[in-house]
């Protein structure tokens, strides 16, 4: 969320950041400063971290408990393939009375017999 201040510049050029700014900043923290015209701009700059620290990172935070288990996983993946290989079509025992006039039309390889 963007916020506005104004800061007044002192007669020894400088100014102080406002209470809700210095919040957001921690000490050691590094920011990229540039000037264009009438505009100062402050960037954090984001340090890279290496594997080892990430995965590190990654075990302090232990086990996630929503995480599902590779049985649950299996389960989901074989649910998804049986919906996925249902027809596209009804069967004929599974037609209501009313579609019993319609002709049975299905996709095959060979052409129907005349």
Same mark, same amino acid.
């Given at each position: 969320?963007?916020?506005?201040?104004?800061?007044?510049?002192?007669?020894?050029?400088?100014?102080?950041?406002?209470?809700?700014?210095?919040?957001?900043?921690?000490?050691?923290?590094?920011?990229?400063?540039?000037?264009?015209?009438?505009?100062?701009?402050? @960037? @954090?700059?984001?340090?890279?971290?290496?594997?080892?620290?990430?995965?590190?990172?990654?075990? +302090?935070?232990?086990?996630?408990?929503?995480? !599902?288990?590779?049985?649950?996983?299996?389960?989901?993946?074989?649910?998804?393939? *049986?919906?996925? +290989?249902?027809?596209?079509?009804?069967? !004929?025992?599974?037609? %209501? %009375?009313?579609?019993?006039?319609?002709?049975?039309?299905?996709?095959?390889? *060979? !052409? +129907?017999?005349?």
């Amino acid at each position: 969320m963007a916020k506005t201040n104004v800061v007044t510049i002192t007669q020894e050029r400088q100014f102080a950041f406002p209470p809700e700014i210095l919040e957001a900043l921690e000490p050691g923290d590094e920011y990229l400063l540039w000037q264009t015209d009438d505009t100062i701009v402050l @960037k @954090k700059i984001t340090q890279t971290i290496s594997f080892d620290t990430l995965f590190q990172r990654i075990e +302090a935070l232990g086990p996630d408990s929503d995480q !599902p288990t590779e049985a649950e996983i299996c389960d989901i993946v074989n649910t998804i393939r *049986h919906e996925r +290989a249902q027809p596209c079509y009804p069967k !004929p025992e599974d037609r %209501s %009375s009313d579609s019993a006039s319609e002709p049975d039309v299905r996709l095959s390889p *060979h !052409p +129907a017999p005349q």
